[in-house]
């Protein structure tokens, strides 16, 4: 079992910076491929950005690429995202997911952290 906790959420002004982080346990974080989802008020759940169990290789939505990266700390179980840039559209509650396999859903889930952008 994989238990995921996000931290580093918060309120920030349009054009300011986040970083988010993620914990997770066990003693297979080196085997899994990660992500950020965000779910916004009134809509879906959308994936922004993904990492691979190497880190060799990620995925950013249109929406953010250019201004989040998504990084891990394979040593310290965690995995990151960079935001910068910020826009209100960014202002969601924020996931991290983790899965084993390359292809499928994402099998477990954090909590959520909040972040708020004021314009």
């Known amino acids: 079992q994989v238990q995921l906790v996000e931290s580093g959420g918060g309120l920030v002004q349009a054009g300011g910076s986040l970083r988010l982080s993620c914990a997770a346990s066990g003693r297979t974080f080196s085997s899994l491929n990660m992500a950020w989802f965000r779910q916004a008020p009134g809509k879906e759940r959308e994936i922004a950005a993904a990492?691979?169990?190497?880190?060799?290789?990620?995925y950013y939505a249109d929406s953010v690429q250019g201004r989040f990266t998504i990084s891990r700390d394979n040593a310290e179980n965690t995995v990151f995202l960079q935001m910068n840039s910020l826009e209100s559209e960014d202002t969601a509650l924020y996931y991290c997911?983790?899965?084993?396999?390359?292809?499928?859903?994402?099998?477990?889930w954090g909590q959520g952290t909040q972040v708020t952008v004021s314009s």
């Open positions: 997911a983790a899965k084993y396999r390359l292809k499928g859903p994402y099998e477990y």
């Open positions: 990492i691979s169990a190497t880190g060799g290789s990620t």
